[in-house]
């Protein structure tokens, strides 16, 4: 059964630095998805990306994320000047019938 | 903006009893809700959606009931299983746009005892 699927499990980097999180959407499915989870608490919608461009996104996607898909495949968050509030669990998701997630990027900012 | 709340953070069942957890939401534009599996550290799964055009669905020992005149959802899960001790999410589409993103509720933690 198809999946999204997400790298790395688990980022760890230093308050400032820039993150790249990477994931690969289900084939054939055309809306994808950042959400993201701080511990213990509701997943929070990011952005949503359609046709090569941001749909919709939320307040909290401000000028310190970005997200690509440079190829065929791949879907990516960045995160350029990390900060300590941005550590959650990060979570790619695409649209198909029905919205699947992946697994999650844990990132923890130190 | 939109609000997707829980009636109860908590719920224990005896394994082999019937489930069920319930939801409220504030937006009446919302078209379209699904209900998520959370194991510990795992991204939400998908269990089951239904569109404001129904009022139950139901799938693999799950069903879903939607009222949209008091803007409830509920999550049924017949013959409760150990598997199934996870947090279960409701989320809904707030406002319609084409790109169905999502707006979760906190969760309710199923607890099954064996």
């Known amino acids: 059964e198809p999946e999204v699927t997400q790298t790395p499990s688990h980022q760890v980097t230093q308050m400032g630095q820039e993150v790249i999180l990477r994931c690969v959407p289900i084939?054939?499915?055309?809306?994808f998805y950042w959400y993201r989870q701080i511990l213990g608490q509701k997943v929070e919608f990011l952005v949503s990306f359609y046709n090569n461009e941001i749909s919709e996104k939320s307040e909290i996607f401000d000028d310190q994320f970005s997200v690509e898909r440079p190829d065929g495949s791949n879907f990516t968050l960045k995160i350029r000047s990390t900060k300590l509030e941005d550590s959650a669990m990060y979570f790619c998701a695409s649209t198909g019938i029905g919205q699947f997630f992946g697994p999650g990027t844990r990132l923890t900012v130190l | 903006g939109e609000s997707v709340g829980l009636h109860l953070p908590t719920l224990s069942v005896q394994e082999g009893d019937n489930s069920i957890i319930n939801c409220a939401y504030s937006n009446s534009a919302s078209d379209y809700f699904i209900w998520y599996k959370q194991e510990s550290g795992k991204g939400p799964q998908f269990i089951i959606d239904?569109?404001?055009?129904?009022d139950k669905r139901q799938g693999q020992r799950v069903t879903v009931l939607l009222n949209k005149t008091v803007k409830h959802l509920s999550l049924q899960i017949a013959a409760t299983q150990p598997g199934d001790s996870a947090v279960y999410f409701c989320?809904?589409?707030?406002?319609?746009?084409?790109?169905?993103?999502?707006?979760f509720g906190t969760g309710t933690r199923l607890t099954v005892i064996p």
């Open positions: 989320a809904e589409n707030g406002e319609r746009t084409g790109a169905n993103n999502l707006f």
């Open positions: 084939s054939n499915h055309l809306y």
């Open positions: 239904i569109r404001s055009n129904m």
